[in-house]
């Protein structure tokens, strides 16, 4: 039996204890009014240090096996999700639960109250037990107050034509969650900041339209909705078969650039196309409504009917470092849309290794001061870097940046739609590939930068290389005697094993 001390009650007890120190009896306990005042200073200090903890956290239970719902014990556990989630005080725990295959809840939860900084509620399954919430109509979770965290608990919307998560509120974590089987988000970012979506599997979000695909985002930020989302962290997840993208950030034409969404962390997540058909979707990444973004760490595989990012409308301060693009259409597009108020600035492109593209691997248009530094660009069908400008001959491609110490092999000729100005292109490595008009004095060339693993994908420099000590400084730490070529410095003393298979892959049937 659980029970469940607030800290009123406990200043109601001593209000009513025997030892009544403020009337005549308290003589027979105190020899001098000093000591009276003393432990009354001393009870005081007890009470404002007990206020500021998280005191007599309670955990409650929901089993909806049971005849009839009781107090939220363990042996005697409410019968629905949303009953244990209203009885919550800041805290608390809900465990929900399940069985051996996911036992299902056909539920759609709201939140009743706000948790605080140091008092989150948190609704999970049982431990090594599986939940299932679901429904055919509606919407699943509705997290609309803040300082709560899901975690554990596999949302499925039933094919069902509604989001399965909107978030509109403040300091939501959704942790170790499968997300799947919806005809529109699997999660919409409304009206919130500090966000955090981590650990999860989400996947299956198809809107198919009398045989025309629709948008379903698995994650939607929608500035739309609001012009303060602001750090938004989305990190470990698996994200795969969306008819529209992987996450979105969305913004309408011609929407106040000082209304993007602000603070956003993508890290170390796998985007699989994964779909089975051609034209079923779009773009592991769309940005139209963002500033200061750091993309890092992530890997994304099979996008052939689009571009695997895609950047536009104005964004700005957006970097992308440190992922492996692969097997698709084009890698990454950073484009004008909206106008000449709407020209991108401050992006960087950064470490990234780009392969087995059948198109191009980088594409810009209508930039400000742009940073394109140590890629590896391997394999790529048609042009390794496209210039273009949407805003005619008389706008640069690109204004203002640098262009150095990147690795292209095997690759397209770059292709210069529209000039660029004022951009410092050097050191950069071609191989098998043609420099045209990006050519420098500076340049390596040669038929082999001796990769480690050519067929594996494993594009760490071999001792020998030609990339080694090729490049020049860019602003990152360096081995040897000069910065090298490509996105992986050379290490001589270095474990030649391949890397491994990014972990969290799930491919679903």
Request: proline residues 4%; charged residues 20%.
């Amino acid at each position: 039996m659980l029970f469940h001390i607030r800290l009123r009650s406990f200043y109601n007890i001593a209000e009513h204890c025997p030892l009544d120190f403020r009337g005549p009896g308290a003589l027979q306990y105190f020899a001098h009014a000093k000591e009276v005042a003393i432990f009354r200073i001393l009870l005081s200090t007890v009470f404002i240090l007990l206020q500021s903890l998280p005191l007599f956290a309670a955990d409650y239970y929901t089993d909806n096996r049971v005849s009839s719902s009781g107090n939220g014990s363990n042996t005697s556990p409410f019968k629905s999700i949303q009953e244990g989630i209203d009885r919550l005080s800041p805290g608390d725990t809900l465990l929900i639960r399940g069985n051996s295959v996911g036992l299902i809840y056909n539920e759609g939860l709201s939140l009743p109250i706000n948790g605080n900084t140091t008092q989150e509620m948190i609704v999970k399954a049982y431990p090594n037990e599986k939940v299932v919430i679901t429904g055919t109509a509606g919407t699943r979770l509705n997290l609309n107050r803040d300082y709560w965290v899901f975690q554990d608990l596999t949302v499925d919307q039933g094919n069902a034509t509604s989001d399965a998560i909107k978030v509109n509120g403040d300091h939501i974590v959704l942790r170790n969650l499968e997300i799947r089987n919806g005809q529109r988000e699997g999660i919409s970012i409304e009206n919130a900041t500090f966000i955090t979506i981590e650990d999860s599997y989400i996947h299956n979000f198809f809107w198919i339209d009398g045989g025309t695909r629709r948008d379903a985002h698995c994650i939607m930020i929608d500035t739309d909705r609001s012009p303060s989302i602001t750090d938004i962290m989305i990190r470990g997840n698996t994200i795969e078969k969306c008819s529209g993208d992987g996450i979105q950030i969305f913004g309408e034409t011609g929407q106040a650039i000082t209304s993007y969404a602000k603070n956003i962390q993508i890290l170390d997540n796998v985007f699989i196309d994964g779909s089975s058909q051609s034209g079923q979707t779009e773009n592991a990444l769309d940005f139209k409504a963002g500033d200061t973004v750091l993309v890092k760490g992530n890997t994304m595989t099979g996008y052939k009917n689009n571009k695997t990012i895609v950047v536009q409308k104005g964004c700005r301060n957006i970097t992308i470092e440190e992922n492996r693009i692969g097997d698709g259409l084009s890698g990454i597009e950073m484009r004008q849309e909206g106008g000449a108020s709407f020209i991108q600035e401050n992006n960087s492109v950064i470490k990234n290794i780009i392969y087995d593209m059948t198109s191009y691997a980088l594409k810009f248009d209508g930039l400000k001061n742009l940073t394109v530094v140590n890629n590896t660009l391997v394999n790529i069908g048609s042009n390794a870097f496209r210039f273009e400008s949407g805003l005619g001959g008389s706008v640069p491609s690109v204004d203002g940046g640098l262009m150095k110490n990147n690795l292209v092999y095997l690759s397209g000729n770059p292709s210069i739609k529209s000039p660029f100005s004022n951009l410092d292109i050097s050191h950069n490595g071609w191989f098998q590939s043609s420099a045209g008009s990006l050519s420098h004095g500076s340049d390596t060339s040669g038929s082999d930068p001796l990769f480690e693993g050519l067929g594996s994908h494993d594009y760490r420099l071999k001792t020998g290389s030609p990339a080694i000590d090729a490049g020049t400084l860019a602003g990152f730490n360096y081995n040897g005697s000069a910065p090298d070529l490509g996105a992986l410095e050379h290490n001589p003393g270095q474990d030649t094993t391949p890397p491994s298979t990014p972990t969290g892959l799930q491919i679903s049937g």
